[in-house]
């Protein structure tokens, strides 16, 4: 079964997502800390780095936000690849528009853009990327082809779009709405630029539980649960974006809790361990740095029947899916190497790849695998745009401030 718990208790929001009876991705937002993702600032540059190629932006929201100069440069000047410097681009004191592209974490401020980027349910708006993209997601040519005449049809003023997984077999006149809903947006967002006051926020990122639902309600197996009447009435409105009857897929209940439901806790549980046992006898351990997260596959108890190689196979395709899983639950990103046991046949090496590969296509942020090491160690990135599931469920140790050892 899938669905998804939207539970509110006081001031926090906690959002879990359950696939096949086991808990994949866990939330929680505070409503006085909202998330800053996705939102639009007119911010002022405090100062400017030109050892970082970077500068420092007040948006109004604590911590100062970091913009580098990738992040802000125009499309001319993409185009040209020419080599800038980030002072001849931006001054101190000046206003700019930018998009939080990703959450403050820890000591480090919110990472910002100048170009940015209006998502809706079927397109995303880009207008510093130009072109017509398609979901890689969707894989039918003839629908790819349909995609890109319609895009072509109303497309305006060279402005980028992005049409979603979700915009697969949705008919054009949909899509042109959204379009000019999504442009209208920007539009006002552009009006905005030379108005006072400064910092100041000028369009926010609808709420993480309404984004959630927006995007799996159109998977006919998911039902949404919570326990607030008022985010129930709001994810009823989007049957009108959605164009089809959800209704009896969102249910209110105001004696639903994650905390006493074990699907849930387990999952969390797992989730912060260290080691995770695999259902034939082997284990995974995922060791979580500031650098990179490290993981590692062994055997175990796991013998196997035939020959070492075929026991070793089982052991890493097994693997494969729990570390794909276990990425998403915690939530793991930036730099992520993956130790497998070592295989001598290529065949199994390209297979247990595939079998990787094809389970991160259900998370939403796209891990890649970018290359095996001589070494055999495989490589992997995942955006990092949110805290992690352990930044959010603990704090450190105030004995051995994280470190989980004890001196002699």
Known sequence: MNYIIIY??????????IEDNRLVEYYIEKRENEKLLGNIYRGRVENVLKGMDAAFVNIGEGKNGYLHLRDVLDKEQIISKEKYKIDKIIKSGEEVIVQVIKEAIGTKGPKLSAHISIPGRY????????????????????E?????TIGNSFSQDNIGIIFRTASNGIDESLLREEYKYLLNIFNKIESQRNFLPTPKLIYKEPSLAYKIARDYLDKADYKIFTNNKDIYDQLLELEDNLNQNIKHRIKFNKDISTEYNKTIQDGIKVGLQRKVDLNSGGYIVIDETEALTAIDVNTGKYTGSLSLSETIYNI???????IARQ???R??????IIDFIDMKNDEHIQKVLYKLSSCFESDKNKPRIIDITKLGLVEVSRKKLSPTLKSQ??????VCHGSGRVIK
């Open 123 to 142: 397109l995303v708006l880009t207008p510093y990327y130009l072109g017509i993209n398609i979901s890689r997601k969707i894989k039918d040519n003839n």
């Open 327 to 329: 990425i998403r639950l």
């Open 393 to 398: 469920t603990t704090n450190n140790c105030p």
């Open 144 to 148: 790819i082809k349909r995609l890109k």
């Open 316 to 322: 890493n395709m097994e693997a494969s899916e729990e």
């Open 331 to 336: 939530n793991i990103g930036g730099i992520i």
């Open 8 to 17: 509110t208790n006081e001031d926090i929001d906690t959002i879990c997502i």
